[in-house]
């Protein structure tokens, strides 16, 4: 007789926790299945598929295995191309400082080789009763003239050529016009201070006179 309600009261009990593991079950499917699905598509298993699938599977990666690999090699080529083309850039940059590095100097030595040039023609023009003495003072200037303009051809450095060409605005700087019979208007008749260049570069241009033609009395 005590055993009948003990009977009774477990039960319920036991019916009681049989729809928690029933509602369980169901959730617990659900994530299990996603998570199958989702790591099918991360990998196929080649042995499980037809072999027409298999060979859609091959040519699918194979594509997109050769996409990739034109992809990186694009990128290498452009890197390959822009390394080549800043190293260029780098050696112009370099060698164009190197040719121009002295040009500040140069500039400021170019009025005293004009000095020198001067006092050179105008020491020759008044040359009749020099003495000896001013005619060894006149070797030592055009000795020094010498070497100035050695030092500057080697620098690069050299004469911008006027005298019977076409007035240039880059290389001439006209100071003035005068009527010429023997050259055509627009064309150099004489320099009248010099003017030099460092390699492609102009210093200072060269002041000229420039033929027009002659005007009719």
Known sequence: ?????????????ESGGQPEEQGA???????????EQILAEAEVDLDSLPVEEQVGVLRSRLESAQKESAE???????AQAEMANFRRRTDEERIAHSKF?????????LPVLEELDLAI???????????????????GIKLIQRKLTG??????VASIEAVGLMFN????????????DELEPGYVTQIVRPG?????????????MVARAPQNK
């Not at 079950?25 to 998570?35: H, I, R, T, V, Y």
């Not at 023009?125 to 003072?137: D, I, K, P, R, Y």
């Open 72 to 78: 990186n090699l694009d990128l290498a080529l452009r």
């Open 151 to 156: 030092v500057l051809e080697s620098e690069g």
């Open 121 to 139: 023609r105008h020491t020759e023009g008044s040359a009749e009763g020099q003495s000896s003495v001013n005619q060894s003072l006149l070797e």
């Open 196 to 208: 030099f260049r460092q390699h492609d570069r102009v210093i200072s241009p060269a002041r000229v």
């Open 1 to 13: 007789m005590a055993t009948g309600p003990q009977g009774s009261d477990s039960q319920p009990e």
């Open 169 to 180: 605005p880059v290389e001439h700087e006209a100071v003035g016009i005068e009527e010429s």
């Open 25 to 35: 079950q169901p959730e617990d499917s659900g994530l299990k299945k996603e998570l």
């Open 101 to 109: 590095a002295n040009s500040r100097l140069i500039a400021n030595i």
